[in-house]
């Protein structure tokens, strides 16, 4: 077990994780202007993007690359800097670091080196397109980018294909037509809605079927999505009224790999009855 303050530690150093404006640069939090301006260093996704962002913030603290193609190169050098006493602010693009973005190898090794990581909360493109898609918000899954080869994205989404919860993921446009095709094919043709050019002027939500959504996206797909997808509909549940009725669904549950408590937890669960009830009914308690 480990436990971390939210502190810097004796040496001084501390990584702090910074989201940025997914669009609308008022989104910028004053907490993260002042990280920006009192670390040592800022580790970004692409300098020169992050650099626009510093100018209009007249923030003048100096920049280090951190991409996917430099991850095992610069994670020793900024373990090595914050060790010996600095402040290190990480951010991606937009939005949260490591969320589809660098940051979790780097997280990783703060932790196993005992430097503090500090996350700053802020804009989120996921989030933000959930609460106005008219989906369902609670529960959800964010998956992020799909697999780009056919059979991957298939395979992945045959995994999915039986969450109940709103699925959110990214994708680009020029494959958008191509993925709410596949998603059709495996899923169904579910409720379904697209966001785009979130936060900004000419912010936009899509929402239909899968099959109205993929001739949106082959007629006229631009900027970066955010996909939210409905769950599954639950298929119609047997009712259970009598103890033989609750002890034969146990007893299946089981039939098909659960341990007898899990099984009662779960049957208790779907057809919302007390556990104590289906624990009675199977074991034949009166």
Same mark, same amino acid.
């Given at each position: 077990?480990?436990?971390?303050?939210?502190?810097?530690?004796?040496?001084?150093?501390?990584?702090?994780?910074?989201?940025?404006?997914?669009?609308?640069?008022?989104?910028?939090?004053?907490?993260?202007?002042?990280?920006?301006?009192?670390?040592?260093?800022?580790?970004?996704?692409?300098?020169?993007?992050?650099?626009?962002?510093?100018?209009?913030?007249?923030?003048?603290?100096?920049?280090?690359?951190?991409?996917?193609?430099?991850? @095992? +190169?610069?994670?020793? #050098? &900024?373990?090595?800097? %914050? /060790?010996?006493?600095?402040?290190?602010?990480?951010?991606?693009?937009? !939005?949260?670091?490591?969320?589809?973005?660098?940051?979790?190898?780097?997280?990783?090794?703060?932790?196993?080196?005992?430097?503090?990581?500090?996350?700053?909360?802020?804009?989120?493109?996921?989030?933000?397109?959930?609460?106005?898609?008219?989906?369902?918000?609670?529960?959800?899954?964010?998956?992020?980018?799909?697999?780009?080869?056919?059979?991957?994205? @298939? +395979?992945?989404?045959? #995994? &999915?294909?039986?969450? %109940? /919860?709103?699925?959110?993921?990214?994708?680009?446009?020029?494959?958008? !037509?191509?993925?709410?095709?596949?998603?059709?094919?495996?899923?169904?043709?579910?409720?379904?809605?697209?966001?785009?050019?979130?936060?900004?002027?000419?912010?936009?939500?899509?929402?239909?079927?899968?099959?109205?959504?993929?001739?949106?996206?082959?007629?006229?797909?631009?900027?970066?999505?955010?996909?939210?997808?409905?769950?599954?509909?639950?298929?119609?549940?047997?009712?259970?009224?009598?103890?033989?009725?609750?002890?034969?669904?146990?007893?299946?549950?089981?039939?098909?790999?659960?341990?007898?408590?899990?099984?009662?937890?779960?049957?208790?669960?779907?057809?919302?009855?007390?556990?104590?009830?289906?624990?009675?009914?199977?074991?034949?308690?009166?």
């Amino acid at each position: 077990m480990q436990r971390q303050s939210s502190f810097k530690n004796s040496t001084g150093g501390a990584l702090y994780l910074v989201p940025t404006p997914i669009g609308n640069l008022d989104d910028m939090t004053f907490r993260a202007i002042d990280v920006l301006n009192q670390a040592d260093l800022i580790a970004a996704e692409d300098t020169r993007n992050t650099q626009k962002l510093l100018n209009h913030f007249e923030i003048e603290t100096k920049q280090i690359s951190f991409h996917e193609h430099n991850t @095992q +190169q610069r994670i020793p #050098e &900024l373990i090595a800097r %914050m /060790q010996q006493g600095e402040t290190i602010a990480q951010v991606s693009d937009a !939005g949260m670091p490591s969320i589809s973005d660098p940051g979790h190898e780097l997280v990783n090794a703060a932790i196993a080196a005992d430097i503090p990581v500090v996350p700053l909360p802020g804009a989120n493109a996921a989030t933000t397109a959930l609460i106005a898609s008219g989906l369902a918000p609670q529960p959800f899954m964010f998956y992020g980018f799909l697999p780009r080869k056919a059979g991957q994205q @298939q +395979q992945v989404l045959n #995994e &999915l294909k039986n969450e %109940m /919860q709103t699925i959110i993921f990214y994708e680009s446009p020029h494959r958008l !037509g191509k993925t709410l095709a596949a998603m059709q094919e495996v899923l169904g043709d579910r409720q379904a809605v697209l966001a785009r050019e979130l936060t900004k002027k000419f912010e936009e939500f899509i929402r239909g079927s899968l099959s109205e959504l993929t001739t949106y996206a082959n007629e006229d797909a631009r900027g970066e999505y955010v996909v939210l997808v409905a769950g599954k509909t639950p298929d119609a549940l047997p009712d259970l009224s009598s103890d033989d009725d609750l002890k034969q669904a146990v007893a299946d549950a089981v039939a098909a790999g659960n341990k007898p408590n899990d099984a009662i937890k779960m049957i208790a669960k779907q057809h919302n009855i007390k556990k104590q009830t289906v624990y009675n009914a199977y074991h034949e308690i009166n």
